[in-house]
């Protein structure tokens, strides 16, 4: 393949877009590692080689039927391929025990891809987690986060 860049739109569209869970095998080294990013916490990295991709895969389309990313931008250089990534979604099933809201989301996410002989090896991944909590109706919005603190300072 040689392109990179080829290569991550081939998880994109066709792993994640198209549900061609078969491509994890091609496209994903077995000692794959992904490094999520928090702020807080250590980057610690995980094995998740094409057999732990399909199971994480197949549980976010369980909880999103109707996922789909889209690429907003894309930079490679040498090795490692950055997006800029914009998922969408209707969470109309069970999701880290959250049960179904219904309600449709859009999580912008960071990804810095590492390829090595046609393969994913690494991977990190930030996404916005609270934007993600604020459109599940898990924590209040943003403005109203510092209205609240706010009102806490100010009753002191």
Excluded: Y
């Excluded at 109203?144 to 603190?149: E, G, H, Q, R, V």
């Amino acid at each position: 393949m040689d392109n990179p860049k080829q290569l991550i739109r081939r998880f994109v569209e066709e792993l994640w877009n198209q549900r061609r869970l078969d491509v994890a095998d091609a496209i994903f080294a077995e000692n794959c590692v992904t490094h999520q990013l928090r702020s807080g916490a250590p980057v610690d990295g995980v094995r998740r080689g094409p057999q732990e991709i399909k199971e994480h895969i197949t549980g976010w389309i369980a909880s999103f039927p109707d996922l789909r990313f889209r690429i907003e931008q894309m930079v490679s250089e040498g090795d490692r391929v950055v997006m800029q990534l914009l998922m969408e979604g209707t969470h109309q099933g069970a999701w880290m025990g959250i049960p179904a809201s219904g309600k449709k989301v859009q999580i912008r996410m960071f990804t810095v891809h590492r390829v090595e002989q046609d393969k994913i090896v690494e991977d990190w991944v930030l996404v916005e987690s609270l934007g993600f909590f604020q459109q599940l109706g898990l924590v209040p919005i943003t403005a109203d986060l510092f209205a609240n603190f706010s009102r806490q300072q100010n009753d002191r």
